[in-house]
């Protein structure tokens, strides 16, 4: 059972708009949420994180918002551009990760000129 | 020299070889780990080492066996593996400690495709 769902494989948005991806989980125990991307033939890199303590989380053009009673959490890019394009990873850990991280099945973000 | 180190990047072996997969890592960290990607799934976590004691291993095959001889490398030794074996296998690393504000946050090597023919 995926206990970190992306339900999309694909987003495709328009560069200059906003890209909004979407994040399920199912395992209360989380305590802390974790977007990677990743571009082909490369591993994962790091992207921003949000604690279960907040809801919100921005970095630049990034942003993590966090709704813990609906188990939900979402990544912003705002605005969208051409190298965004990526497979964008939600990770959840807990137990301050000493079980390593749980990731989702990833969403592929195609940024449109 | 990178964070995160993987050799070979690309492997092709058949089901009765015996081959290494080699991690290294540059940052001082004291966690490695072993993840697994195949096509259309979630990343799955292999195993973990923290301070070069297996913690976890997330009832892997037999046929995949790691070893950890010092903080900054990691095996994964492959002997007798199947087709759906294939995929890419990657390593990475964390400074894991006690206090809460760990966050399990990991820095990944690029991935060792693996073919099983």
């Known amino acids: 059972d995926q206990q970190v769902k992306q339900n999309s494989p694909s987003l495709s948005v328009q560069e200059g708009r906003i890209s909004i991806l979407n994040c399920d989980y199912t395992?209360?125990?989380?305590?802390?949420f974790l977007w990677y991307k990743k571009y082909p033939a490369e591993g994962p890199t790091f992207l921003i994180s949000i604690s279960s303590i907040k809801d919100k989380n921005e970095d630049g053009r990034f942003t993590v918002f966090l709704n813990k009673s609906a188990k939900h959490l979402s990544l912003h890019i705002v605005p969208s551009q051409p190298g965004d394009s990526a497979v964008y990873f939600c990770?959840?850990?807990?137990?301050?990760?000493?079980?390593?991280?749980?990731f989702g099945k990833g969403t592929h973000l195609i940024i449109q000129p | 020299e990178t964070g995160v180190t993987q050799t070979p990047r690309h492997l092709v072996m058949g089901m009765t070889n015996k081959k290494s997969l080699k991690c290294e890592q540059h940052l001082g960290h004291n966690a490695m780990y072993w993840y697994k990607q195949s096509a259309k799934k979630p990343l799955e976590l292999m195993f973990v080492y923290s301070l070069e004691e297996r913690v976890e291993n997330n009832s892997v095959p037999s046929r995949f066996s790691p070893e950890c001889p010092n903080s900054s490398h990691l095996f994964l030794h492959l002997h007798t593996l199947q087709p759906e074996d294939s995929a890419l296998y990657l390593c990475?690393?964390?400074?894991?400690?006690?206090?809460?504000?760990?966050?399990?946050?990991?820095?990944f090597g690029e991935g060792s495709r693996l073919t099983v023919l």
């Open positions: 395992n209360s125990m989380f305590d802390y």
């Open positions: 990770a959840a850990s807990a137990r301050g990760g000493a079980d390593g991280l749980t």
């Open positions: 990475a690393s964390s400074q894991e400690t006690t206090s809460r504000s760990n966050t399990g946050e990991l820095f």
